[in-house]
């Protein structure tokens, strides 16, 4: 009884679990889209005409935003409570739309879509604390609109570093100034360089290190203050993290694994379940709950616990990497498993093999599609990921083709239905009962019970003679007479056919009965007749009823001494209709 009650709790959990996941991943889906860096809607956007227009416009706008950020981030503190006032949300806004503005300046073409947003803020922060570092004043002329208005500049380096602004020569962008997708991204190594030296703007506050030792997105939450009173050993910065983000990072992972484990045990117990939608349910139970575990450390990740540099970008490859891996092995499965509980009996509509076949060619193409789709997310080269599955594809197109060209005999078996599971067909030499019409072969129980498999290819190409679907049975049967003068065969014959015809079950009009062989010593008639059924046990049955009658008429006609020494010869030959 504990057994049971144990059982039934587990296949009740494991609906629920399925809904939590499903939930998870939406809120997470929300929570993780990345936003747009602030409201663009009250700002014109960045002047971008000359290098000395992008540059400047840079400067203002960036150290405008973290101007703003820290001193909301003071106003934050004096205040009580965990949650921030009007003003700091009104200031927090304004920052997030100027670095927003700020990063048009930016050449982002070369940077994976998974990374683009974080990596957006950071660049805008990186850049702004490298340019305050770096003397300007005294150096060449920065090219301005008139420079540019004389002869367009390709290219100008900020004095001193390989910080360069160039002019884009194609896309939506083409004749405008943004600091180089090369500049972009080295700009990690080069504030590495330099963030030892003295800050030239006067600003005490490092902000991207700021930034980089804080949680949350911006702005530090309320609960930064606990953060902030830490020992000193765990702020000690390891790979450019604070060693407080390296042990939250470690525990969010091991949550997220303890919870896949917990979702793998409770999965493989429904899968001895009675109920099919439960089976189904706890086969895809583990795929899911990786994706979402994967999505969850990517959101603590990257907008909790705020990790930074390379470090966040190599998690955050990883994790959607996982998560969309997890949902194509999920799509499979589900697909397969699907497939596989179809029962359905054949009808003039569908058969069972016909619906598995559908759902997992589905499942395929929707598979594909995500590893589609996740490649581009993930930075990898769509058109060469293409190119690469279409040569790969005509590869294996050529190595298979035996198996494609049965793939596209069940097809076409499917589509032209000269046979249906459980019907009865005469192939080649062969009879038998179609069992199954699979992807590849099709397999027939012959007559004498055996299995035959024949590949689609060959089947599709033979002449197919649906014997169940005939709506009426022919009867062929050779006989001897007796009578050896013209006359009394010719009564004989007339006398078999009224014989048959008088049978209820034999189609008015139908008989038809000749003599074979005109100069034999023994003369012999062919009777041809319909027997009206299309079952094969019915038919068997009136079969048999009509050998007997004409055999105790033969016996009755034939004389006595033949009778006796039985060489009457009744029924020469039985042709089997079938």
Sequence with gaps: MMISLRQALRETAIPLVSALLLVLFIVLQVLGTPQALGSL????????????????????????????????????????????????????????????RASQTLDLRDIPPVELEHRRLESVILLKEILDRVPLSGSSPIPGDDEVAAKPPASWNVPGTDLRIVRMADGARAGEYLFSSGTVLGLESFYRMIRSEPNLSGVKTDFYDFFSQSPGHLLPPKWFSVIEALPAPLKVEIEGQAGWQWIAFFLVACLAVFAVLGVRYLARDGASSQSGAVQVLADVLVPCAVAVA???????????????????????????????????????????????????????SIDAHLARAAVRIAGLTVAVTLLIYGASHLGIPLAGLLAGLGVGGLAVALAAKPTLENFIGGLILYADRPVRVGDLCRFGTLEGRVEEIGIRSTRIRGLDRTLITIPNATFVNMNIINLTNRDRMPYDRVIGLAATDTAGIRQEIEATAALVAEHPRIEHGSVQVRLREGHEEKPKVEICALISTSKWGEFLQIQQELDLMLRDKLLAAAPVNESASGTTDNVVSLKDPA
């Design 294 to 348: 994967a999505l969850f450390v990517r959101y603590m990740s990257d907008n909790q616990i705020n990790l930074t540099g390379q470090v966040n970008n190599t998690v955050e490859e990883i994790a959607e990497g996982i998560a969309y891996i997890a949902m194509i092995w999920a799509v499979l499965v589900f697909s397969n498993a699907l497939a596989g509980r179809l029962y359905l009996t054949a009808t003039k």
């Design 41 to 100: 809607g009250f700002l014109s956007p960045a002047q971008t005409s000359s290098p000395r227009a992008t540059l400047e416009s840079f400067r203002a706008d960036a150290s405008r935003a973290t101007a703003l950020l820290m001193e909301a981030y003071r106003e934050s503190r004096s205040e009580a409570g965990l949650s921030l006032s009007e003003s700091v949300t009104r200031k927090a806004a304004e920052a997030d739309a100027l670095l927003a």
